[in-house]
């Protein structure tokens, strides 16, 4: 059974901070995908990284897909509060499959 | 844009009830999926379909029931109702089969269901 975790689980930070969420797994999957969940809405995509190493930026947030493939991290520089958010890490297993880690509950305080 | 609506949004049965979460989108989308939520276990696969009259089990099938006879439609039944199915329930759609790089991987999701069984 494939599974992810997510760390840390619940993260509060001060306006500005910057912070890191891992996403680790044992397996190796063919690529992996962020997103973002606000209270009482689903999950949003963020980002896609499917080449082992890849580094992709959007505006403040850093997406890196681990070299073998079995990891990735979420860079957040100068937090905001409209950041605060679950963040949910999810790996594709086959080709008709995604599986989603536990998340983590980042909370930015203005 | 309507995207992927789900029905109801919040329901309460009683333990040996049965109900159908609907879920529908009108993007066209081949894949749809449903996944359940519950605190510290994130997203789970109950069932999937990669298009119309093909279902197939995800990690969590047990007590739930789909069927796919239009692309734009995926309910999913529970035939008897029990405590541990206290969650909240999502539908997915994609494109194309999920994960992929570019727009065709992306999962949109619906608002959620939340359900209560006593």
């Known amino acids: 059974t494939q599974l992810l975790e997510q760390s840390p689980q619940f993260l509060s930070i001060q306006e500005g901070e910057n912070l890191t969420v891992y996403c680790n797994s044992s397996?190796?999957?063919?690529?992996l995908q962020w997103y973002r969940q606000e209270p009482g809405e689903g999950p949003v995509l963020l980002v896609t990284?499917?080449?082992?190493?890849e580094v992709k930026k959007l505006k403040r947030l850093t997406f890196q897909f681990g070299d073998a493939r079995k990891d990735s991290s979420l860079h957040i520089t100068a937090a905001q509060p409209g950041d605060t958010g679950l963040y949910l890490c999810a790996g594709k297993t086959s080709y008709d499959k995604v599986i989603f880690g536990p998340g983590t509950s980042l909370s930015v305080i203005p | 844009n309507a995207g992927v609506t789900q029905t109801p949004k919040f329901q309460v049965l009683k333990t040996g009830q049965s109900m159908t979460l609907q879920c529908a989108q009108d993007m066209n989308h081949e894949y749809m999926s449903w996944y359940r939520q519950d605190p510290g276990m994130g997203l789970r696969l109950i069932h999937y379909s990669v298009g119309a009259g093909i279902t197939d089990q995800g990690e969590v099938p047990n007590g739930y029931n789909v069927s796919r006879s239009t692309t734009e439609d995926f309910p999913l039944r529970l035939l008897s109702a029990a405590p541990s199915q206290t969650s909240v329930y999502f539908c997915?759609?994609?494109?194309?089969?999920?994960?992929?790089?570019?727009?065709?991987?992306?999962?949109?999701f619906g608002e959620g269901s939340r359900l209560t069984v006593l």
């Open positions: 397996s190796v999957f063919s690529s």
């Open positions: 997915a759609s994609s494109y194309s089969y999920p994960g992929l790089a570019g727009v065709g991987g992306e999962l949109f």
């Open positions: 990284v499917v080449t082992g190493g």
